[in-house]
């Protein structure tokens, strides 16, 4: 599976960097490594290429910025930051982040010639950035805290709401007092300095920084109102890389210097989506087939029915569209003299007829002209003369026409015609 890589641009004047590999969810995989930008490049083969760059070299500013986006807003950063700004805009990058609910956006500056230094130095080791930040930038927010992180002889603070900053000052009181963490001593006459409120303060720091200035850390607890320490065991690049996917941190890569689409890394990240997406759809496919097949299996299920019941009201005519020849019988019938009334009448008095000769059975029948032609079976001709006799009784004319003997008795052919 490709890896995230989050490395460390070195310091200026270093050749030694840092990094750590991360899984899908920013955790890391392994120990952190140093070394060489050429040797992460040997580690590192493929995936997400995440770079932190010193704080030092970049501005961070919030100004409040008007409503719009693209073109309109990268128009307007320059001239809301003019006041902080000592060098020519032409020769600068301003990156852009999200607009806050506050209502300021983040953006991120850097010189060009910067920039494009750490892009010649991690190309020439062979490695192409997906994005780069600054270190500080991914200190993680603390409601209610200030978070600090003292590393070598600079300190990095981040207040709840605000953009982080570095002051980069010996001994670590002064930068307290620069960064306006704790009050300064020697303007206690002023009175804003007086009114100065201690701070609930978290100290995150190196194993390695703590053995240099736990002394010094000690000496300062009383200037806050809390003051936690927070040691990194393994290195602030662990510590860091969980804000990777909540922070506000700026990509340093955009405009002339965005890279390309990586549609590796978008696949990556809907990969997951796009395979459940499939394995629906295939099982939507196979409830759909299993539909299908169900239903041709019941349509033909009911043809046979269709067929088997035509054939007992028609029998000898061939079924072409059962609903139309039926239909037809059936004005045939309405058309036929006597109409329904007549036709329902002879059908009571063959039922009783039969009723009352038993074993007697109805084989076919058919109306037509006010004639009711059928075929019968009973035990003997006597049972056939019984049901002519009854039908007789109740007005009707019944007439044999021929009996022909069967297996299991007489099989007659009658007509049933009306009164005269």
Same mark, same amino acid.
């Given at each position: 599976m490709p890896q995230t890589l989050l490395l460390r641009l070195p310091e200026p004047g270093s050749d030694e960097t840092e990094w750590l590999a991360l899984d899908e969810m920013n955790a890391p995989t392994l120990t952190r490594q140093r070394g060489s930008l050429s040797l992460a490049a040997a580690v590192f083969r493929s995936g997400r290429l995440l770079v932190l760059a010193p704080a030092a070299q970049v501005l961070l500013s919030e100004?409040? =910025?008007?409503?719009?986006? $693209?073109?309109?807003?990268?128009?307007a950063v320059p001239f809301a930051l003019e006041e902080q700004l000592t060098e020519d805009i032409d020769q600068l990058v301003f990156a852009i982040g999200k607009r806050r609910e506050s209502g300021g956006t983040p953006v991120a500056v850097v010189a060009k010639s910067v920039i494009e230094g750490w892009l010649s130095e991690l190309r020439a080791a062979g490695l192409e950035p997906n994005a780069i930040y600054t270190d500080i930038s991914l200190i993680p927010e603390n409601p209610g805290q200030t978070v600090l992180w %003292?590393?070598?002889?600079?300190?990095?603070?981040?207040?709840?709401?605000? %953009?982080?900053?570095?002051?980069? =000052?010996?001994?670590?009181?002064?930068?307290?007092?620069v960064a306006g963490v704790i009050a300064d001593p020697l303007a206690a006459a002023d009175a804003e300095?007086?009114?100065?409120?201690?701070?609930?303060? =978290? =100290?995150?720091?190196?194993?390695e920084d703590w053995a240099a200035h736990e002394a010094e850390i000690k000496a300062l607890v009383d200037e806050f109102a809390s003051l936690k320490v927070q040691l990194l065991p393994d290195g602030p690049l662990p510590w860091l890389a969980r804000n990777l996917s909540d922070g506000d941190?700026?990509?340093? %890569?955009?405009?002339?210097?965005?890279? $390309?689409?990586d549609y590796g890394a978008r696949w990556r990240q809907w990969r997951t989506a796009a395979v459940l997406a499939v394995a629906l759809l295939l099982v939507h496919l196979g409830a759909q087939a299993l539909q299908i097949r169900q239903a041709k299996k019941d349509g033909a299920a009911l043809d046979t029915q269709i067929s088997d019941l035509f054939n007992s009201a028609a029998p000898g005519e061939p079924m072409r569209d059962a609903r139309r020849q039926l239909q037809a019988r059936l004005d045939r019938l309405r058309h036929s003299g006597a109409g329904p009334e007549y036709?329902?009448?002879t059908l009571s008095a063959l039922v009783d007829a039969t009723s009352a000769t038993p074993k007697s059975n109805i084989e076919s029948m058919s109306f037509h002209e006010q004639t009711l032609d059928l075929r019968l079976t009973a035990p003997d001709l006597g049972s056939v003369s019984q049901v002519a006799q009854v039908i007789g009784k109740q007005g009707f004319s019944a007439d044999i026409q021929?009996?022909?003997p069967v297996s299991n008795g007489v099989e007659a052919h009658m007509q049933i015609h009306p009164p005269k």
């Open positions: 100004p409040e =910025l008007p409503p719009g986006t $693209g073109a309109k807003i990268a128009r %003292l590393e070598n002889a600079r300190v990095a603070v981040r207040r709840p709401g605000s %953009l982080p900053f570095v002051v980069e =000052l010996s001994p670590i009181k002064e930068a307290l007092i300095s007086a009114a100065k409120v201690p701070e609930n303060a =978290l =100290l995150y720091v190196t194993r941190a700026v990509n340093l %890569l955009q405009g002339d210097y965005a890279r $390309g689409t036709f329902l009448r021929s009996s022909t």
